[in-house]
């Protein structure tokens, strides 16, 4: 299913959590210390790293700004501890981290967050494929006539019009996203513009999304619900 990468220096949690993710279907990576999961970070590129905060040699929070300002936080990231304090969590969550779990770990909170990064990874995913996705130059200063969306008027002069394709119109609410709000906003910003995009895609079926995505249909009515996407009925005549 997916790579995850779990960093703690305390070998029971590691092995609990090898266990209960392995179980799971996944491929665990596990790393005692900061060294470790730096080297592990950079050989196997997880699709998910479960962090601890309290290390001997480097504390989570500072290995997760290190990745931040190096520009590899390219995977979600949650942090794990059972002596961090609000500040801390908060610290992490502005620096980058989905979520924080607090020790002991339940299974359902484990396994819950677990499905929260790996939607997430494949979310980020699919941000990247539509920016790459985007048309390129012709080589003459501009793009060209069918990508713009331009068509040749009768007259000989170029008219331009709106891409209405679901790609389009997912590209051009993506042009308009502020990367200058508080991170919790532009996240959620853009998991509307996600969900949004691959609705249309599936012309408003939420099972097919709900396949496309990677999300049991509960947790996903709820987090659309949260991010005000309409679905249902109404949805669908947004779409059409």
């Known amino acids: ?30 790393a005692e210390n900061a060294g470790q999961a730096r080297a592990l970070r950079d050989q196997e590129q997880p699709d998910l790293v479960l962090l601890d905060i309290w290390m001997p040699d480097t504390d989570g929070v500072t290995l997760l700004k290190e990745w931040s300002v190096k520009g590899l936080l390219t995977m979600p990231v949650i942090m794990m501890s059972g002596h961090a304090t609000i500040d801390t969590a908060v610290e992490a969550t502005r620096i980058g981290a989905l979520d924080f779990l607090e020790k002991p770990i339940s299974l359902q909170k484990l396994l819950g967050a677990v499905e929260k990064g790996l939607a997430r990874g494949k979310m ?11 048309p390129k130059s012709n080589g003459m200063g501009g793009t060209s006539n069918q990508a713009s969306g331009a068509s040749v008027s009768a ?14 119109q997912a590209l051009a609410e993506l042009s308009t996203l502020d990367l200058d709000a508080q ?14 995009y691959h609705l249309r895609l599936e012309n408003g079926s939420m099972t097919r999304l709900a396949e496309r995505t990677g999300i049991e249909r509960t947790h996903l009515y709820r987090k659309l619900k949260q991010l005000g996407v309409e679905v249902g009925r109404t949805a669908r005549k947004n779409i059409a």
């Open 183 to 196: 991170l919790r906003d532009a996240r959620d910003s853009f998991e509307r513009i996600y969900f949004e």
């Open 1 to 30: 299913m997916a790579t995850i990468l779990v960093v703690d220096d305390e070998i029971g949690i590691r092995e609990l959590l090898s266990e209960i993710l392995g179980d799971e279907g996944h491929a665990v990576l596990l």
């Open 124 to 134: 980020v995913q699919s941000a990247r494929a539509l920016m790459q996705s985007q």
């Open 155 to 168: 007259s000989g002069g170029v008219a331009t019009a709106p891409d209405s394709s679901p790609l389009g």
